[in-house]
């Protein structure tokens, strides 16, 4: 079978020399590991920075014309440490000195940050002795930034046909005319999983710090379990919905070709983490894959006598959000009412118009506002199979005194979302986690 493994490394995980010794360990242990993708070098301590971080910080001393040694200093001793540590060639150091001699106040901010990754990549490359590959030409975005598959497919099939080993900075591509640029933040997953798409990979391996995905944040719950498996939708509303393991877009390129994604553990690499597949065999012993939440969304009732008898009063509605470019992420609907759930942010500083321009193209009676909703997701692709769950789930609310303002379930049934007060958010995550996973809430 053809086995061939994309390995996407974090900032963690190429923080300093030591860690770079253990990417290395864990690259060399499989044969299959050939596309390496690197993360700028992460912090290593408390009193450390990221190579990213320092870079957004370099751009803006040039634009503002603010003396920059300080900033270059910080970040050529990150590099310079792990090049020594690690006896490799001092070239690369040269080339960083270069590169600060050309920057100027016109030079873009894209270029400046993806050198994070750049160099980090260059050391990561001669330590591995794998060939590097600049992103610039391998990552191509059309104008639109929708990515140039076909171009892509190319360049690689060539590089790979020279080249079996090699290793990419992640986080960048290039536009049409060359120029660089970034993806958002913690972009370097989708770079990894691009590049499983192209080579068709066996897997698509997420080295981080962290040993898999858990099915709570660990700052609310303590100790919660680990996530063995989950699928790629699971995972997708579970990261919109605030998890934070691997960036959100980077679920579609692997999900496209059915590419299994493993998030391991660099400090642990024997711990099996989690994978995440198109579909799971159900196993009947688990209830829920996970729950997450965000905060800070504001509820907007619209009333109007009648409404359920005529048309085109939520059309109206939504053309006013459509205006301001507001999204929506949930549209509960009652007779003669409904509502719109809005993030809070997003309508702060234009809350009084839009409330006047809803209130005249629909017409209404009243307009209801409640801030500071929370949102909170309850995973499960079993709900579909069981009965009773969302009743256990609303009852070990209930029995805690938490009032439940908004409910939401698709009629795939892969999810409930509950929408509660702020000040309510930890203690429902508390309860529902206790519900379906014991211990004591
Ligand atoms: N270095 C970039 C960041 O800090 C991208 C990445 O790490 O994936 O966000």
Request: aromatic fraction near 8%; include cysteine; hydrophobic fraction near 35%.
């Amino acid at each position: 079978m053809y086995m061939l493994k994309v390995a996407k490394f974090g900032g963690s995980s190429v923080a300093n020399a030591e860690q770079f010794q253990k990417v290395k360990e864990i690259v060399l242990s499989d044969k299959s590991r050939s596309i390496i993708v690197t993360s700028a070098s992460g912090k290593s301590d408390q009193n450390d920075s990221k190579l990213t971080d320092l870079l957004y910080l370099l751009y803006e001393h040039y634009k503002y014309g603010v003396d920059a040694e300080m900033i270059i200093d910080k970040i050529s001793g990150k590099l310079s440490s792990i090049q020594k540590e690690l006896n490799l060639s001092s070239k690369l150091m040269d080339e960083f000195s270069d590169y600060v001699e050309s920057i100027s106040s016109r030079t873009h901010l894209d270029e400046i940050v993806s050198r994070g990754e750049y160099f980090t990549a260059k050391l990561l490359s001669e330590y591995l002795s794998y060939y590097f590959v600049d992103a610039k030409d391998l990552i191509i975005f059309n104008y639109d930034l929708s990515l140039n598959y076909q171009a892509m497919e190319e360049r690689l099939y060539k590089v790979l046909r020279d080249t079996p080993k090699i290793v990419v900075p992640g986080f960048y591509g290039s536009l049409p005319n060359g120029d660089i640029k970034i993806m958002d933040r913690g972009g370097s997953d989708i770079t990894g999983s691009i590049l499983a798409n192209l080579s068709n990979a066996s897997c698509y391996e997420n080295w981080t710090d962290v040993s898999g995905i858990l099915k709570a944040d660990p700052r609310i719950i303590n100790n919660p379990k680990q996530i063995d498996v989950i699928t790629y939708d699971e995972l997708r509303e579970l990261s919109y919905m605030g998890a934070s393991v691997l960036h959100e877009e980077a679920i579609f390129p692997v999900k496209e070709k059915n590419i299994p994604i493993q998030i391991l553990n660099t400090n642990d690499p024997t711990n099996k983490g989690t994978t995440i597949l198109n579909t799971v065999e159900t196993e009947r012993k688990q209830e829920i894959t996970g729950i997450a939440g965000k905060k800070d969304f504001s509820i907007i009732t619209i009333f109007k006598a009648h409404m359920s008898n005529e048309r085109g009063t939520l059309l109206a509605a939504l053309r006013v959000l459509d205006t301001y470019q507001l999204r929506v992420e949930h549209i509960p609907t009652g007779i003669d009412m409904f509502s719109l759930v809005i993030e809070t942010k997003h309508l702060e500083n234009s809350l009084y118009e839009v409330l006047g321009k809803l209130q005249e193209a629909c017409n209404s009676d009243r307009i209801d506002v409640v801030h500071e909703i929370s949102l909170i997701a309850v995973v499960s692709r079993f709900m579909k199979q069981k009965t009773g769950m969302s009743g256990r789930l609303f009852g070990s609310l209930g029995s805690k005194g938490i009032n439940i303002s908004l409910i939401s379930q698709t009629s795939d049934e892969s999810n409930i979302i509950v929408g509660v007060n702020n000040e309510d958010y930890d203690k429902t995550i508390q309860t529902i986690y206790h519900e379906f996973e014991g211990g004591v809430a």
